[in-house]
């Protein structure tokens, strides 16, 4: 017969465990502390989109520091005598020849290799100059309303209706010498509303959660509200929307390279421009830089996509 | 580990014998990253034609997800049904096919929601998709459907409802929405409806209200009413059978007053003494220890036994069946039932 | 007031909780016997006046142009004291988690007073708003909100003190939060936890925590239990009334559910569409009350007793809460009152004992907001 009167220690090691502390615990499995950084993290480590498009990134960071761990060759020089009509010794994987030559003899793997670092710089420069300027902004308007928001909100508009490469066109088209500075200046001008917009939505639906009320009713200053509570919960849609867009940046350098409005050195975007006169006779010059540009940027897209789901699982 | 066994409660309105609604030994499990997470774990009820069955439950009891099955509405995957039956009229749905299941569904099965604002389409007048269902499912003209659609509005109290039917739902109060929405499930003349927290969201002044009305109608339409609910006291108005669900399981069945006068598993007599009276005010609250099971890890036995006060070595290894509950002197207590191996302490005790 | 627990509660409760006991329960039965408000309790720690808070309707975007008001608050008075249990209840819409706001200074107020120790603080800012804030902590409704997914439990706990450096020195902070998680019933080796690792009434506790780290006076509850089960509800209930009679605490009680109100307050506010409409002590609220719209709410409240509730009687309210921006003239509640006459549309009732029980030794004579006030039993089977 049970005895009614009996009481928590003599149910078992666990419950008197929980007795003893005076009230519910957690299951008695131990369990670590979880972030949700860390929760994020163990679901990235599981997806294959996140190692494919890692691995990828990883090889073109490799690149763009060490070029001469690939190639010996140098992209500027051209060598008449290896005109384009040497055709390429897709066996002779690494050598100067392995994907050919262009019109002015230089090696078409080479100008591959270091043109890697100019796109790789544009597209993380431009992210970085973009979300510290959209996020800042987004930041501001969203957390503070009112007329502040109201200005910066229509400004955000103006800039967002110009055509963002038009823009970045007429910008570049004042300038003769065109560094890496002025391109990531001029692209980060035009496109530093959309993390904006992002950054105010998350900040403005952070701003009214309930911890956050409870930190200004602790008496909680502004910085602190900003910084500790409201910033960590708004960047996963920052770096999602921030991951992607670099893609888009690198192929947008790419792209004023080929309309010669880019930089002036080794760029796939020179590359692709130059190979086009001549691809029905030297369809290399252009189709490798081409096949390159479309890898980078899908690897930055699919990691984004990745990122996406792993921040957000109500996606899925 | 299964138990199947009839916990019918025989209804007098029950007139043509066998049960509306019979679920039996039904099992839910939802297939997660962390692992399976075992929702509902043999569950069997069953409902007749004007009867009014109660699930009462707290989060994560399985109350919702059954409900859910029944209406076939489960995401599959990533819940799966590894076994059971929910046999409608004799029929057991799992068997039929998706085709048969959709004119079950809506047509002689209805489900009102928790959330009305969230269930109605905000772009579309109410009278609009109250007249939607007459429109599809019996061809009737615009004209018609709209007159049907104020007909019915009359019919769940919602003033002036001539005025009110080409008005939007965020128009409408919560009451209000909540009427649209049992005006909604009547439409088609259900044999059962479902009614998954019909009031959890209203205050209590509109929620004795709705609960009237839903309670009024279901007698007029002599319709079977599943009520899910973690509110012991909402049932208590209401209900002719309660089903206590724990950890997906149901650990006692009772008719009302029964229930609440001798409950018969340790579950729901904490949940009976936890709860604060309007009308005494009582000293120390009696609370159950603990928290509620972790469905992924569900404790062996008597899934209550680490919050019970009077688990003993049984409790912690033999799941107890649903077995009937007697007097002390052997006497039957009919419909009544408990899945506590000291049901007898717990009842007579 | 409760009596300490022995079933589930830890037993490290300071030893002069007995004394606060015996203290309290002799203050109760006193507040039984004297019917009329506490009034052996001295000079009460908060007293709200005239308080109104209306939130402009506006329309435009960058031109706005004030259109109307949403009035929430409209001109609210009440007292607290020390150690006691102010219970407001109402329903939704009926400006009582805006009351909240206001006394945290989370909102401007429109208009009123509120005197903490006889300082206005609706006048106060900057050091001395912060000040005031360390007496006046809250707990709020939903757990799942209220901690910041993305700190520690200790860090949340913690960041009280970070923010009033001078509660906690630097080196004893790590303690002071494992001794905090302790006396709400929680594991301190929890610490390095996030909140997504808790369930609902663990986080409840959290929050509790870090509403207790800064040793306040007073603390506001919004609906601190109404986001959890009914079994872990009563846990948390125990465990604020625990700490009351161990901390000396004041609480203001905000909710909907009026059993629990009643279970743990000492007074209780009814409040209807931003005006009072009735206060008094928990028994004469709750046994005599004499506005129409706490008789109504009172017995619209379902009872898990069937038999109990056949026998009660039952107002059912016809219509809904009418739209704060735009409330009935007079009377708030005439438009759903069936005692309404011409006076009600005409005449404010002002929040008074009723003159007929003016003097009367009767639970009946406290403030009620109506003009026909008719004492009426809603609670007891008839």
New interface residues.
Partial sequence: MPDVTKTAPETGAEEAAVAAAGGPLPQPKPEKARSLWGDAWADLRRSWIFIVSSVLILILLTITFFPGWFTGADPILGDLSKHYLQKPKLGDIGSPDWLGYDQQGRSVYARLIYGTRASVAVGFGTTIAVTIVGGLVGMIAGYFGGITDSVLSRLTDIFFGIPFLLGTMVVLNSFTDRSIWIVIGALSFFGWTQIARVMRGAVISTKQADYVVAAKALGASTPRIMFRHILPNTLAPVIVVATISLGIYIGAEATLSFLGLGLNGVSWGNDISDGGSSIRIAKWIMLYPSIMLSLTVLAFIMLGEAVRNALDPKMR | MTIIEEVSVPSPRDGDGGPLLEVRDLHVEFHTREGVVRAVNGVNYSVSAGETLAVLGESGSGKSVTAQAIMGILDMPPAKIPQGEIRFRGQDMLQMSGEERRKIRGRRIAMIFQDALSSLNPVLSVGYQLGEMFRVHHGMSKKDAKAKAIELMDRVKIPAAAARVNDYPHQFSGGMRQRIMIAMALALEPELIIADEPTTALDVTVQAQVMDLLAELQREYNMGLILITHDLGVVADVADKIAVMYAGRIVETAPVHELYKRPAHPYTRGLLDSIPRLDQKGQELYAIKGLPPNLLRIPTGCAFNPRCPKAQDICRTDVPALLPVTEQDGGELPGRASACHFWKETLHG | M????K??????ATPNVSDVEVAEVHSEAEAVTALDAPVDRGEPILQVRNLVKHFPLTLG??FKKQVGAVKAVDGISFDLHQGETLGIVG??GCGKSTVAKLL?N?EQATAGEIFYKGQDITKLSGRA??AV??NI??V???PY????????VGDIIG??F???PEVAPKGDRRRKVQELL?VV???PE?I???P????G??RQ?I?IA?GLA?NPEIIICDEPVSAL???????V???M?RLQDEFNLSYIFIA?D???V???SDRVGVMYLGKMAEIGT??QI?EHPTHPYTQ???S??????????EHRE?I??????PSPANPPSGCRFRTRCWKAQDKCAEEVPLLAIPERFKGADTPAAHESACHFAEEKDV??AA
């Avoid at chain 3, 619209?300 to 509730?309: F, G, H, I, K, T």
């Fill in positions: 409760a009596e300490l627990s079933n589930d509660e830890p037993q490290d975007i960058l329903e939704s945290m989370l708003l912060k804030r360390r902590q809250m709020f409704q939903d909100t209220s901690l910041n997914p993305r700190m520690t960041e009280p970070d923010i009033h302790d019933g929680l594991n929890y390095n936890r996030y997504h690792q808790f369930s009434g663990q506790r929050g870090r800064l089960d009914v079994s872990v509800q009563a846990q209930i125990n465990l009334e909907h009026l059993s629990i009643r279970h743990i928990d028994e709750y109504a709410l009172l619209a409240v379902p009872v898990p007793d069937p038999e109990a509730r039952r059912i309210l016809t219509g809904d809460v609670v007891h």
